[in-house]
């Protein structure tokens, strides 16, 4: 891995840090397949833990460039007594949308989605392992290029891809690891639940060549243990055509 270069900037005597952060990782998907898994999920749901379990295990076994894990926390569980503080409406909206395309009777936890095309429930091993295994049998179409800069408030992500652009949107999300929380009321009071590659931060914009685009983050989430996820969606089909990510991690 490379080194992280600290970079200084002074405007008019204030001084402003940014931090590069770089990967030795080769992450984008080049000319084999990727597999990109979104756990939909919430700590108010006492089915949940078992797919929180098994994604950490999927993105701590597949410990290459090829698999990227993000886990979704939605909100609408929230009212069974306990806030899930890692909860987004946004994130609920954006399983309302898979929902539809995949014409499910409602949304539900824990739902795993594999590359935007399989959908099934979260803690399936064996459907997991099927749609992780087919879905690295497939080529990318797109490639992606990450350079990220950090000021106190936000990342600064730099992007180049190679590929089409009709009806495509480039997703880029700030996931954070080794997250434990004591939940003290609803489905799960009294336990410690434990996450990776919790969603911090998400956006989505019209794909280009290449571009910039600042990505906030807020609850002062560790970047020590977090990761940049950047993927290629289709809008009509859901379908994710190349996926890429750096490690936020700073040396010491």
Not at 84 to 93: A, C, G
Not at 175 to 181: D, G, H, K, L, W
Not at 200 to 217: D, E, N, T, V, Y
């Amino acid at each position: 891995m490379k080194k992280i270069v600290l970079l200084i900037i002074v405007f008019a005597g204030v001084g402003l840090a940014l931090l590069s952060f770089t990967s030795g990782k080769d992450v984008r998907a080049e000319k084999t397949g990727f597999a990109v898994i979104e756990l939909f999920t919430s700590q108010g749901c006492s089915s949940c833990p078992a797919a929180d379990k098994l994604l950490s295990e999927i993105v701590k076994e597949k410990n290459d460039t090829k698999v990227f894990g993000l886990s979704f926390h939605v909100s609408y569980w929230n009212y069974l007594g306990w806030k899930d503080p890692y909860s987004s409406k946004e994130y609920t909206q954006r399983q309302r949308d898979y929902g539809a395309f995949f014409r499910n009777s409602s949304i539900y936890t824990p739902q795993m989605v594999v590359n935007g095309k399989r959908e099934f429930v979260g803690s399936s091993q064996a459907n997991a392992k099927k749609a992780i295994e087919e879905a690295l049998s497939q080529p990318a179409v797109h490639h992606l290029n990450l350079d990220v800069k950090r000021t106190h408030e936000e990342l600064i992500i730099h992007y180049d891809m190679e590929g089409p652009l009709n009806d495509v949107v480039l997703n880029i999300a700030l996931v954070e690891r080794n997250i434990a929380t004591e939940v003290k009321r609803g489905e799960n009071r009294n336990r410690t639940l434990r996450h990776d590659n919790v969603v911090r931060s998400f956006k989505s914009i019209p794909a280009r060549k290449k571009g910039q685009l600042m990505l906030p983050f807020a609850n002062n989430p560790k970047l020590e243990n977090g990761s940049v996820i950047a993927y290629v969606q289709n809008k009509g089909t859901f379908e994710i055509s190349g996926a890429t990510g750096i490690e936020l991690t700073v040396l010491k």
